[in-house]
């Protein structure tokens, strides 16, 4: 989704506002813009269709620089990526706006101000805001209360940065439904929509909350939150180092983030599963309490994090014997659930600013369940904020738009759920015992499942030119052939689905003939053999099958099948999180294979915080 960031500093700016821009690209986007007060106190604006790389490009070849600015990178929601719906928006007399989010009432307000001789020039919402803003400062004066006046007229989601030539050393800023960030600098200060934009600058955040508005100085920061009120809000140092969000020796970031999942699986684990048992607190200090209590799991989530929940439900069921219901966030926000008594809602999300989950978390604190617990990989992230419980996977900064080691540190934390619901529903000690040492071998797992890398590179280009592929799993590897479809379909574009095996003769099978690779993910549990004629179907068909399959699963390559062999000794509670990795790096090869854009899929967003 659209990123921003903003500067006013004793140095010229434009190096800090594209470093800034170019470091918020894996949210997704197709424009970008700049808009400084040049040196005679003018604003002067740049704004290109395409990658930051253009827009930096269009300011060499006409130079710019100033020491308060203002920068976007868009993901279209009103009119198509063009340079005149780009960021910033201008309104009369030198203001400039940059704005991530929808506003719901934007034709009603377009109309009105239509009607007071406002002119537009795009198709967007956030015109709408700028003019607004002219508008108000017009009757009160200043910038701040413009932009406060606004705000309370606005229906929807937004951060907005505003700055505006009367005022030369101030950006405005405002929160509502999306996230926003002020770096605290030495001499000067920043703003952005999350903390990478801003690491080569500072390591200190402010953390702005819903409602909050604020004039970021040079020297000082003035925040009034939602009732007007001056509000104090804490200085937080990141541990994140300025290269944490750098690929590296890599050549793509999802690369990398494949790589790393053993030591992020570890991180997720480390202090908090030791000598055979789950610390509970590492939910937060209320979590045994809740967990005692606990008669229902209630999951919510979206896309990758939606898989993970489907995981989880399998083994909330079969190990901590307690029902298990999961839902797509999207989906859910609009029902009207009946809640059953003491039941746990819990949401999963990397970035902790998906519009759908956060507002389905809303919706839930007033549904009458027990708790609320995320997990998530944002600390600083609005569902961390505003659940009882937390239980943050460590997988560090995620910038590939796939998700792959968020993926299966949610896996991971999911798997010590499960444990920690157990302990309080019938599991002994030596059962916990041992399902922590599952989890505790998943890292070794993955690291050696990492080697099939060059196989499965091999196998890649069998299906570079295939236009569609089906997925097979059971159980709890149904999910983690939904996870493997997402992947192929958003990074190489190829067309996939993914199925629970034995669904396959109720019509899927209709679709299978020598076009159509089928991935199957066999691990040996006690769905195998039944899996296994599952195969015999497609084979029958005519369908080419690859299969990633247990040394014992009894499987082996022939005529129309190939087989993957993966690590032994994978028990069904370690096999979603291990059988994810080479379905990632298939994904990741058929993509290089078709030449797409790996970390930056077309029309698609890390952090999805519109609706
Ligand atoms: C998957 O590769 C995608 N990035 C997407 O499905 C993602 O998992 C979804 O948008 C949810 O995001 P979240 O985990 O940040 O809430």
Do not use: F, N, Q
């Given at each position: 989704m659209c990123g921003i960031v903003g500067a006013v500093a004793d140095r010229n700016v434009i190096p800090i506002l594209i470093e800034g821009l170019r470091r918020l690209e894996y949210r997704g986007y197709d424009s970008a813009g700049v808009a400084i007060l040049n040196g005679s106190g003018q604003l002067s604006r740049q704004r290109t269709v395409g990658k930051v790389r253009v827009l930096q490009e269009a300011i060499e070849e006409t130079p710019v620089a100033g020491h308060l600015g203002i920068a976007h990178t868009r993901w279209a929601t009103?009119?198509?990526?063009s340079e005149r719906n780009a960021h910033p928006h201008i309104s009369r007399d030198g203001i400039a706006i940059v704005h991530n989010g929808i506003i719901e009432n934007h034709e009603e307000l377009r109309e009105e101000l239509a009607g007071l001789g406002y002119e537009f020039?795009?198709?967007?919402?956030t015109e709408v805001i700028a003019h607004r803003i002219h508008h108000h400062k017009q009757k009160l004066g200043d910038l701040f209360r413009a932009v406060r006046a606004t705000v309370a007229e606005l229906e929807g989601a937004y951060a907005l940065a505003v700055i505006s030539e009367d005022e030369p050393d101030s950006i405005i800023l405002a929160r509502a439904g999306c996230p926003v960030v002020i770096g605290v600098g030495t001499d000067g200060n920043f703003v952005a929509s999350d903390v990478a934009a801003l690491l080569p600058v500072t390591r200190r955040f402010i953390f702005l909350e819903e409602g909050d508005v604020a004039e970021v100085r040079r020297q000082s920061i003035r925040i009034l939150d939602h009732e007007g009120n001056t509000a104090r809000r804490p200085v937080s140092e990141s541990?994140?180092?300025?290269?944490?969000a750098e690929k590296g020796e890599y050549s793509h970031y999802m690369l990398k983030e494949i790589h790393e999942q053993p030591r992020a699986v570890a991180q997720t684990l480390d202090e908090r599963a030791v000598g055979g048992k789950l610390l509970e607190a590492a939910f937060g200090p209320l979590a045994t309490e809740v967990f005692r209590r606990t008669e229902a799991v209630q999951i919510i989530a979206c896309g990758t994090s939606f898989h993970a929940g489907v995981v989880a439900k399998y083994f909330v069921e079969q190990i901590a014997r307690l029902p298990c219901w999961v839902e797509i966030a999207s989906e859910y926000r609009y029902r009207n659930p009946v809640v059953p008594r003491n039941t746990l809602f819990v949401t999963i999300s990397q970035s902790g600013e998906t519009a759908d989950t956060l507002a389905a978390l809303r919706m839930a604190k007033q549904a009458g369940y027990l708790s609320s617990l995320s997990i998530c990989n944002?600390?600083?992230s609005s569902l961390v904020r505003e659940s009882d419980l937390v239980l943050l996977?460590?997988?560090?900064?995620?910038?590939?738009?796939?998700?792959t080691k968020a993926f299966t540190t949610q896996l991971t934390a999911l798997g010590m759920l499960v444990v920690a619901l157990a302990k309080f529903h019938g599991t002994d000690a030596e059962r916990e015992r041992g399902l922590v040492q599952r989890l505790i071998e998943i890292p070794a797992l993955i690291e050696k499942t990492l080697h099939l890398d060059g196989q499965i590179r091999e196998l890649a280009t069998r299906f570079a030119d295939k236009r569609h592929a089906l997925f097979l799993g059971r159980g709890q590897m149904h999910p983690i052939a939904m996870e493997g479809a997402l992947k192929l379909k958003e990074i190489s574009y190829i067309h996939a689905e993914a199925y629970?095996?034995?669904?396959?003769?109720?019509?899927?099978?209709?679709?299978?003939?020598?076009e159509m690779p089928v991935i199957v993910v066999a691990p040996n549990n006690d769905l195998l053999e039944k899996l296994k004629s599952n195969l015999q179907e497609v084979r029958a068909r005519g369908g080419e099958l690859y299969v990633f399959a247990d040394p014992d699963a009894g499987i082996s390559s022939s005529e129309g099948v190939t087989v993957i062999t993966m690590p032994k000794h994978v028990s069904h509670f370690q096999a979603p999180a291990v059988y994810t990795i080479p379905l990632q790096l298939l994904a990741y090869h058929c993509a290089i294979l078709k030449g797409t854009d790996v970390d930056q899929p077309r029309n698609l967003a890390k952090s999805v915080t519109v609706e």
């Open positions: 009103h009119g198509a990526p020039t795009s198709e967007t919402d541990a994140l180092s300025a290269d944490a944002v600390p600083e996977t460590r997988a560090g900064p995620e910038i590939g738009v796939a998700s629970p095996a034995g669904e396959l003769k109720h019509g899927p099978l209709a679709l299978v003939d020598a």
